[in-house]
C-alpha cells in the first residue's frame, strides 16, 4: 500500500517521535510510507477561529501535496475530520479531486482496524493506562461511540490496546467527556480550559492510571501542560507510541 503520510503541526514541530512510531507501525505492516515535505498545516486553527480565507490556501496545498496517494494517513482525528468535514466548506459537494482525496483519508486508529486490519502487535506495556477519547474523534469521525448516543459501546483505540501484551486499561467514570483543549479555544477561554482539563486528570487519577494515552496529541499535550505544572506523576503517550512499542517516562512515585 502507498501511503502518504500527513502529520499534524504540533507533532512535527513539538513530538517528532508521535510521527516516528506512526511511520513505524506502518511500515511494520507493509505499508510503502512517503513524507510529501511540502505538506503545511491542515487550517484547523485559522477556521476554528473564522479565518477561513486564510485557511483556504492550506486546503488547496493538502489536495496538491496528497492527492496522488492511495491512502492518506494522519495521527490526528482532529486534522483527518478538519480534512474529511470541513473542507468541504471549500470545494463544494461535487468536486471530484476533494472528493476522492477525502474517501482515501484515514485517521491512524481508522486505518489500523478498518484497512490494515491488524488482529495482533508482539508489544508489551506493563503499565496502568487511561484512554481519552477526543471530541473530533468520536463525534465526527465516529472512532468509538459517544455516550449520549443509544448505540452498541465500541472504540477502535480500546481494540487495538487490547492487542498489547500486559496493558491494563482503567476504567474511567466519564468516558468521553471533553479535555477543554479545543485549539484556539485553549487561549480565549484560558480558565475554563484549565477546568476542564483538571476534570479530566482527575477521573485518570481515581481510576490508578501511571499513563494517559489518546489518538489526538493535541490533548495529550494540554493534559500534559497541566500535570507537568502540578508535578503530578502521570505521563502521557500517544496510541502510536504504546502500539509501536515506546515505553513512558514515568515520574518518582508514579509505580
Not at 2 to 22: E, H, K, M, R, S
Not at 144 to 160: H, K, N, Q, W, Y
Not at 211 to 229: F, W
Not at 240 to 250: F, T
Request: charge should be negative; hydrophobic fraction near 35%; aromatic fraction near 8%.
Amino acid at each position: 500500500m502507498n501511503v502518504g503520510l500527513f502529520l499534524p503541526c504540533y507533532i512535527d514541530q513539538f513530538y517528532p517521535d508521535v510521527g516516528l512510531a506512526t511511520l513505524e507501525l506502518l511500515e511494520q505492516f507493509g505499508c510503502k510510507v512517503d513524507f510529501p515535505d511540502a505538506q503545511t498545516c491542515c487550517g484547523q486553527p485559522m477556521a476554528n477561529t473564522g479565518c477561513l480565507d486564510d485557511a483556504r490556501p492550506l486546503a488547496d496545498s493538502f489536495l496538491k501535496n496528497f492527492g496522488d496517494y492511495e491512502y492518506i494517513v494522519c495521527p490526528s482525528g482532529s486534522c483527518v475530520s478538519m480534512v474529511t468535514h470541513h473542507y468541504e466548506d471549500f470545494f463544494g459537494h461535487d468536486n471530484e479531486k476533494y472528493n476522492a482525496t477525502r474517501k482515501k483519508t484515514y485517521e491512524l486508529t481508522q486505518f489500523l482496524t478498518q484497512v490494515l486490519k491488524i488482529e495482533s502487535l508482539d508489544v508489551s506495556f506493563p503499565y496502568r493506562v487511561g484512554l481519552h477519547n477526543s471530541c473530533h474523534g468520536l463525534r465526527e469521525l465516529r472512532l468509538g461511540s459517544s455516550s449520549e448516543r443509544m448505540v452498541s459501546r465500541f472504540s477502535l483505540a480500546r481494540d487495538l490496546l487490547s492487542l498489547v501484551k500486559d496493558i491494563e486499561l482503567v476504567d474511567l467514570e466519564r468516558v468521553d467527556e471533553c479535555c477543554g483543549f479545543g485549539g484556539t479555544f485553549a487561549v480565549t477561554e484560558e480558565a475554563v480550559s484549565c477546568m476542564m482539563g483538571n476534570d479530566r486528570i482527575h477521573d485518570h487519577e481515581q481510576a490508578g492510571a501511571q499513563v494517559i494515552t489518546a489518538g489526538d496529541m493535541s490533548c495529550l499535550m494540554h493534559l500534559d501542560g497541566l500535570l507537568r505544572r502540578q508535578r503530578k506523576p502521570i505521563a502521557v503517550m500517544h496510541l502510536a507510541q504504546i502500539l509501536a512499542g515506546r515505553k513512558p517516562e514515568l515520574a518518582s512515585g508514579a509505580l
